[in-house]
């Protein structure tokens, strides 16, 4: 049996969102308790809630859209690292990895993804992300999508240029993913964020499928 591991975050009231941003909300204008003849939600959220990718155009002035990212780069074989006693992801802690030669898609499960598994609601801040020279790293070595499992590829008081280094060379970036209970090896990911035209982001449903042993 094929089997498939949901690593998206649930999107609702509890979700953490990154401080300033829209929080994200589900509310029910027509209710069927209410007399309405079907139950119908009103979402309210920034394109950058709970798993999502982001677009060149968050942070590149010119750079193309969430509908202009490739499908080819969002499923297809990816390789899923450990990495729970890491607090900062250096171009050090990657090269160490030793990752097989053809990985173009990388997910980093660290810390963080225990948080998810505890229900944390509030932001932290301290989460784990990627520091630039991790950034060209992950250029230099030709992997073309990269997936963190909290809100952000760069530190909540980070360099800029994190994001700015992967989305010049189209890199994709999915945030927020749950590798809670996930294994390190070798899956197939199937990631499609909502096709929002003009957008720097998008939600994103993201799962993992096994592989045959």
């Not at 193309?64 to 074989?77: M, N, Q, S, Y």
């Not at 035209?197 to 096994?210: E, I, N, S, W």
Request: glycine letters at 6%; proline letters at 7%.
């Amino acid at each position: 049996m094929t089997n498939y591991i949901d690593i998206s975050l649930a999107v609702s009231a509890d979700l953490p969102h990154w401080p300033g941003s829209v929080a994200p909300s589900i509310t029910r204008w027509r209710d069927m308790d209410r007399g309405d003849p079907v139950n119908d939600c009103i979402l309210t959220c920034d394109v950058h809630t709970g798993t999502h990718v982001d677009a060149p155009v968050h942070f590149l002035a010119d750079g193309a859209d969430v509908t202009r990212l490739p499908l080819e780069v969002l499923i297809g074989p990816a390789v899923v690292v450990d990495l729970p006693s890491v607090q900062t992801v250096t171009a050090e802690v990657l090269e160490a990895l030793n990752l097989p030669a053809d990985t173009q898609r990388l997910l980093l499960r660290t810390r963080n993804s225990e948080g998810w598994k505890r229900g944390e609601s509030a932001f932290q801040p301290d989460f784990v992300a990627l520091t630039v020279e991790a950034a060209r790293w992950v250029v230099a070595r030709g992997i073309r999508l990269i997936g963190v499992d909290y809100l952000s590829v760069q530190c909540f008081c980070g360099d800029a240029q994190t994001h700015i280094v992967l989305l010049e060379t189209e890199v994709v970036i999915v945030e927020g993913l749950n590798l809670s209970d996930v294994a390190p090896g070798s899956y197939e990911l199937i990631c499609l964020p909502l096709k929002l035209a003009g957008a720097d982001g998008a939600p994103a449903r993201a799962v993992l499928r096994t592989l045959p042993v």
